[in-house]
């Protein structure tokens, strides 16, 4: 029963009934003994919760990572999409190949070329429902329970929320404004392995790190990955965003000089549009059957009618083009929150200055809690995303992810106006705790 069946019922039954009623409807169902362990690990991502109250009228919402889609051409999209059904539907809307198809998966080689892996080979391309799936069947084929998985700290929730399902244990590696600091990245690995620790893989997002905005150097790529080979770990490169660098000058991905070492992930979600969940792995040769196999097992094949709508845009599109058009969109409007922050933000605050991507880092004074401002400011009428979503830790988390890619620069100026009282008073309160 929901909470409008139970509002109505209220006005018809006694006190004691509606009591009852949702007693019956919390308590533990029957069913919650078949639950298998793994299901314990599942969690609400925290970034959703809050994706479904920024749908509120009047709220400006600083949270959600989308793309700008306006910028796209969406009527004749349509019409392409009409075209595909009415010429080839038997294929469009037919079960297809478990690897996707060929033409994309050549057109996905070309797309990484485009950033600098130069070697990709088709066959060695698993298309998948965007690369959240890639994530999710890596930590299927490699991990076992107990496994420990690496990865940045702080990192993308999704990835977070996917290998703990996996029960594997997550590790995480320190970053300063270069990224993931090698000599702090051997010494974990070290530390772990004298522990007895089975350490599977590096999960990385190293251009525009989410929810950070950081980058992982270029001097430090190489490093990175000699340190995980060195110690016979796999690097999980996930890389939504490299192509989104305001200068047009993308750093060159682990994966372009280590094709054995490193599984490179890619999607359209950033680059296009989320909504058809298309991305692609480039999985190691020795790696790609195994790995092909599993994805297989999940989805059986990617959607054929959405794979051919994103091989009619690459085909007869200007897709670079619009990678101009939202590297443009969005240092705009990188450059509007960075400039609100600077006007509007409290003493004590610091935030990064991403070169690309989608997001900026908040960092409040130690002692502070981000989380439960999270309700001030949706009464002030803007919403972002608490930095404990993006950490493996239990602990309160003093940082906050402001997203500037949907918003327009004077709703981003208008957000972070809302914005800046919530900060200060906790900055406020934390002082007077310390007097």
């Known amino acids: 029963m929901t909470h409008e069946t139970l509002d109505a019922a209220a006005e018809v039954l006694p006190a004691e009934a509606i009591d009852a009623i949702e007693r019956a409807a919390t308590s533990a169902h029957r069913h919650e003994e078949l639950f298998s362990e793994r299901a314990a690990n599942i969690k609400q991502s925290a970034v959703r919760d809050v994706f479904d109250i920024s749908m509120r009228p009047g709220l400006v919402s600083l949270a959600g990572g989308s793309p700008y889609l306006q910028s796209l051409p969406l009527e004749r999209l349509g019409q392409t999409a009409a075209k595909i059904i009415a010429e080839q539907g038997m294929t469009a809307l037919q079960y297809g190949s478990g690897q996707g198809t060929a033409e994309l998966r050549t057109q996905v080689c070309e797309v990484m070329a485009a950033e600098g892996i130069l070697d990709a080979r088709p066959e060695n391309v698993v298309i998948t429902a965007g690369s959240q799936s890639a994530q999710d069947v890596a930590a299927k084929v490699f991990c076992d329970p107990g ?30 404004g270069d990224g993931i600091i090698p000599d702090l990245l051997a010494a974990k690995i070290a530390a772990l392995q004298t522990a007895g620790k089975n350490i599977k893989f590096l999960y990385t997002i190293p251009s525009f790190n989410n929810p950070s905005g950081i980058t992982l150097s270029q001097e430090r790529r190489q490093q990175v990955v000699d340190i995980c080979r060195s110690a016979n770990i796999l690097v999980l490169e996930d890389n939504p965003y490299g192509l989104l660098r305001f200068d047009g000058k993308p750093l060159t991905p682990l994966r372009a000089a280590n094709p054995d070492d490193v599984i490179y992930m890619g999607s359209f979600s950033k680059i296009f549009a989320p909504g058809l969940r298309i991305g692609w792995a480039l999985v190691p040769a020795h790696l790609q059957r195994r790995y092909y196999l599993a994805s297989e097992a999940v989805t059986l094949c990617p959607p054929t009618l959405n794979q051919m709508l994103v091989s009619a ?14 590297r443009g969109l969005y240092k705009e409007r990188c450059d509007a929150m960075l400039a609100a922050l600077e006007e509007y933000m409290p003493e004590g605050l610091s935030w990064t200055r991403p070169g690309g991507g989608f997001f900026v880092w908040v960092t409040m004074p130690q002692g502070v809690d981000t989380y439960p401002l999270l309700a001030k400011a949706i009464d002030a009428g803007v919403v972002f995303i608490p930095g404990a979503a993006f950490t493996h830790s239990d602990e309160p988390s003093n940082k906050i992810r402001l997203a500037f890619s949907a918003v327009p620069p004077e709703s981003i100026r208008e957000g972070v106006r809302r914005l800046a009282p919530v900060l200060r008073e906790a900055v406020a309160a934390l002082q007077g705790e310390a007097l």
């Open 147 to 176: 496994d420990v998985v690496l990865v940045e700290d702080p990192t993308y929730v999704g990835a977070l929320n996917t290998f703990e399902a996996y029960q594997v244990e997550v590790a995480t590696v320190p970053m300063d």
């Open 313 to 326: 845009y690459l085909r007869d599109y200007d897709w670079r083009g619009q990678i101009e058009t939202y």
